[in-house]
């Protein structure tokens, strides 16, 4: 299954996200990863009652500043954010209840 959104080359900076209001999620990862792909029929279904969340999907790699200062290593990988700072994160959703249980800590 391919990306339903594409992950965006263009990205905030850690300055900006961290002064984000309410609630955010930066979903990182790349369009030809296969581990994207395969999660985001998960990813979709679990976000489906949040539409008023702010969803930030993120293209990651080497060089790529906001996901080095998240420390990000496997995709893909979100992070659940209220007001700028990390609440938790989820790394490789197996199934929209893990995320379902991230949205309930913000």
């Known amino acids: 299954m391919a990306t339903q959104t594409p992950y965006s ?9 961290d002064v984000l209001p309410g609630t955010t999620v930066i979903e990182f990862g790349t ?8 999660a985001q029929a998960v990813i979709a279904k679990a976000f489906e009652p949040h539409t008023g969340i702010r969803h930030l999907k993120v293209e990651d790699g080497p060089g790529r ?3 080095r200062s998240f ?3 496997l995709w893909p990988t979100l992070i659940f954010m209220r007001d700028g700072a990390e609440v938790t994160r989820i790394v490789r959703p197996a199934n929209a209840t893990e995320i379902t249980e991230a949205f309930a800590s913000l």
């Open 9 to 17: 080359p263009q990205a905030p900076s850690r300055a900006e996200v």
């Open 31 to 38: 369009n030809w990863c296969g581990y994207c792909q395969g």
């Open 65 to 67: 500043p906001l996901g």
């Open 71 to 73: 420390k990000v290593k």
